[in-house]
């Protein structure tokens, strides 16, 4: 049987980049033949195939933010390469890659597979840009598109808010390799031994800030130190994140981390008490996934993702988003019960031993890749 050519289209950053080099490095090699195409300021790390051998790439004009001008720009990129490439599916990562590459699919009669990776119109507070995201999606669902979504809730979203039939949604839980070995850190240890972490930029989906108020009333009665990974580039809101943290008199109480290797991150959750989300909304987050491979309990918002993953009261608690003093109850009972804190940190690692290892899973994606 012939080679199934599938080019992947995104801007390769945090968990979407993750999440396509899981997929490269363990789809079967003599079923599919991977190009990429991405961004040309957003990594500059090759991707690897399962043998280890480089995957095709290409560089085009896909940011982040909205531009109209290297918007249209990436989109005549990628027509050329998709016309020269002639690929038998294109599967599309995020808001630009999807809006691209269901742009050029339908213009060059190619079928697409869209991972919203959490639908762009969650990013936004303003209600005229959140309406026009949301419109944009609802203009460009079905057509000659699957969605292809992280998890449950994602697909319940699909749905319910931006118009999907049923019949073209497909979930593909986001999953990844066993953690068999924890390397020691690349950076400085600048913390205590003791502490709670987190991972992921200031930013309104983050919404850091609510963490730093939970901890700062946890540590009224019990104190603990916080790691937030993920300080990176794109953090809107790190000033507002700082303010705050220097208004609660809190400095001593919490390490901000940048960007650093992911060996780095498996380190310092694996030597963490249990882990944090404050998150508004999620795909299928991934720092919870590699929690519970690393047997570590949870206590995280109830959007999205977190849901999915979190069961309550079995790997962790699922605490409503504003709920300052459920988020502090929970935390104060896994820092002074300890049994209840190892109960569910096995539990943790049975949930993702039975869910999401990737070297389990890859074959229901390779299954919708064939069909």
């Known amino acids: 049987m012939a080679k ?27 079923l599919f033949e991977n190009i990429v195409i991405h961004g040309t300021k957003d990594t500059n790390k090759p991707f690897f195939d399962k043998n280890g051998n480089k995957v095709k790439e290409y560089k085009v004009s896909i940011f982040r933010d909205i531009s109209i001008g290297n918007d249209i720009k990436s989109l005549f990129q990628t027509y050329k390469i998709l016309k020269k490439e002639r690929p038998n599916l294109i599967h599309a990562h995020s808001a630009k890659g999807g809006i691209i590459g269901r742009i050029i699919g339908k213009l060059l009669g190619i079928k697409v597979i869209y991972t919203p990776h959490a639908f762009s119109y969650l990013s936004t507070q303003n209600s005229i840009k959140r309406s026009l995201f949301l419109n944009i999606e609802k203009f460009l669902a079905n057509g000659n598109s699957l969605l292809l979504a992280t998890s449950a809730s994602e697909k319940k979203r699909a749905t319910e808010e931006v118009g999907y039939k049923d019949k073209n949604v497909i979930v593909f839980n986001n999953c990844i390799e066993p953690i068999v ?13 003791a502490y709670i972490c987190t991972v992921g930029r200031p930013s309104y989906q983050k919404n850091i800030e609510q963490m ?9 009665e019990a104190k603990i130190h916080l790691i937030v990974m993920g300080v990176g580039p794109v953090s809107g809101q790190l000033k507002s994140v ?15 981390l940048n960007w650093t290797e992911r060996t780095d991150v ?3 959750i694996n030597q963490s008490k249990f882990y944090l989300s404050t998150s508004r909304y999620e795909g299928m987050p991934y720092s919870i996934i590699e929690s519970l491979a690393l047997s570590k309990a949870c206590v995280v918002t109830n959007c999205d993702g977190n849901k999915d993953l979190i069961i309550d009261n079995y790997n962790g608690f699922v605490i409503e988003n504003d709920d300052i003093k459920g988020f502090k109850s ?3 009972k896994l820092l002074r019960d300890k049994e209840l804190l190892d109960k569910l940190s096995k539990n943790a690692f049975t949930s993702y031993s039975e869910n999401y290892n990737i070297k389990k899973n890859i074959f229901e994606l390779e299954s919708i890749y064939l069909k």
């Open 4 to 30: 199934r050519k599938i080019i992947h289209l995104l801007h390769s950053i945090g968990g979407v980049d993750v999440y396509l080099r899981l997929v490269l490095e363990n789809v079967n090699t003599d």
């Open 181 to 193: 070995k924890i390397q020691s850190l690349t950076i400085p240890k600048t913390w205590p031994e």
């Open 266 to 268: 498996f380190n310092i």
């Open 242 to 256: 700082k303010n705050l943290i220097q208004e609660l008199e809190m400095n001593n109480d919490v390490t901000l």
């Open 330 to 332: 929970e935390i104060l």
């Open 212 to 220: 730093i108020r939970v901890l700062h009333e946890v540590n009224k």
